[in-house]
């Protein structure tokens, strides 16, 4: 296994460990909504507007309920576009830590440090794009879809003479089906959306950037994509690819698409290392032992896809990122690897992952 097969491998459980932090924030950012919800159907009660009589009443009282629940819902989408920035600020650190460990853990010498500050950190969780806009404008538009569905069915509601109890369930759905059929389960959806595509973006990004500010020891990128039922096609056909640090096409004319390819995009980039000649007889890489120089050789890292990774791997790494149940059920073989590709059966905390690091 040479220098860049080993950073891959490296890498590759990182990016598992921030897929798993991921589902801890979405199960953080759900449980925010919920409680919106609960607020919302509070005020909808004691609005009182479906049991008006004359029609004056209840446009009076619709008006002042909706005014009441905007206020609220903004409130709340305020409230999570702020702690987010401080999540996603922490994120890029966390992947540049990772990314310094990676490289240094696969050369066996602390050949690159952490070097980005606090505020060039804040300015990736804060400015990066995810599909075009910045994960700020992201939340204010998903309050606007928010107060859109929830005035919607609050509406639809009163022209078809539903009693309050009536437009609750339309909105928050039936214990039956697990409330996945009430009018607001695609406002989770979406949130669980936008903290997975803008965590691996910040995530991604961060990486880039610690690659950009180690050019003396990386010459390149390789795209390397999370291979499973899921795996679109555009990743696909990205994996392996490699491009300079001025993201110039290497061997190929595939523009570089950015730190992600699309939206919930779970692909990541790889450094490509300079071969031991190519770095020349420089002092600051006088410690890397002889057994490292010659795996340095420059070459590609011939990456495996996830699944390929994860079989190589012990089991007891096998329960820990899967959980004890999952490993047990793919190990005999009674559940596919599609079934395995969703981490939020086994998440991780923030604290957790840099200990592990």
Known sequence: MNTNEKILDEITGYAVDIQRYEATVQKKIIKQLKKLERQLVAELRDSGVAEAVRQQTKQKKLKALLKKTRETITTAYKDISKEQLVILTEVAELSELQTVSAINTSIKANVIQPSMSQTMLKNIASDTLIEGAPTKQWWSRRTDQFQSKFEDTVR????????????????????????????????????????????????????????????????????????????????????????????????????????????????????????????????????????TRASMDGQVSGGKNYEQWLSGKSKAFQVEVLGVEKQKLWKDGKIGFKDLVNQTGNPLTLEEIKNKI
């Open 156 to 291: 639809m509601g009163m022209l078809q003479g539903l009693p309050t109890d009536k437009i609750v369930g339309t909105l928050v759905g039936t214990k039956l089906n697990r409330y996945k059929d009430g009018a607001l389960y695609s406002q989770y959806r979406g949130a669980d959306a936008l903290v997975r595509s803008s965590i691996q973006t910040v995530a991604n990004t961060s990486r880039l950037d610690t690659y950009q500010n180690n050019s003396d020891i990386i010459k390149g990128i390789e795209w390397s994509a999370t291979f499973d039922n899921r795996t679109s096609e555009i990743c696909m056909a990205l994996d392996g690819l490699q491009w300079d640090l001025n993201y110039k096409p290497i061997g190929h004319n595939k523009a570089f698409v950015g730190s992600t390819a699309h939206w919930n995009c779970r692909s990541t980039q790889v450094p490509v290392t300079k071969s031991w000649e190519e770095l020349g007889a420089k002092r600051k890489f006088a410690e890397v032992p002889d057994s």
